[in-house]
Nanobody
Framework: VQLQASGGGLVQAGDSLRLSCAASGRSFSGYVMGWFRQAPGKEREFVAT????????YYADSVKGRFTISRENAKNTVYLQMNSLKPEDTAVYYC???????????????WGQGTQVTVSS
């Protein structure tokens, strides 16, 4: 089982990035997919989550209105479109999959390796 996150990079404040997370090794049918991030010296924090059908989505207040999570189940892939990026969005971004998932990291069974997002001011 593998989750491969990609799409990170170095951008300026106000720019956009789209992260992708491709799952392989098993079917994630019915799984909740989520994005978390961890900045240097800080704990991992929830960013966004989406259920299997895409009908239930939730965002952290800090990214609401700027980030959009989506998924393509046929491709076993989840995306995080990040617009109007701010320096405080700088972190390693992790994707995760879980049968329960949602807001809590312990509720996700599978994790990607992380992709670095750096936003300069």
């Amino acid at each position: 089982v593998q989750l491969q996150a990609s799409g990170g990079g170095l951008v300026q404040a106000g720019d956009s990035l789209r992260l992708s997370c491709a799952a392989s090794g098993r079917s994630f049918s019915g799984y909740v997919m989520g994005w978390f991030r961890q900045a240097p010296g800080k704990e991992r924090e929830f960013v966004a989550t989406i259920n299997w059908s895409g009908g239930n989505i939730y965002y952290a207040d800090s990214v609401k209105g700027r980030f959009t999570i989506s998924r393509e189940n046929a491709k076993n892939t989840v995306y995080l479109q990040m617009n109007s990026l701010k320096p405080e969005d700088t972190a390693v971004y992790y994707c995760a999959a879980g049968r329960v998932g949602w807001l809590r990291a312990p509720d996700y069974e599978y994790w990607g390796q992380g992709t670095q997002v750096t936003v300069s001011s």
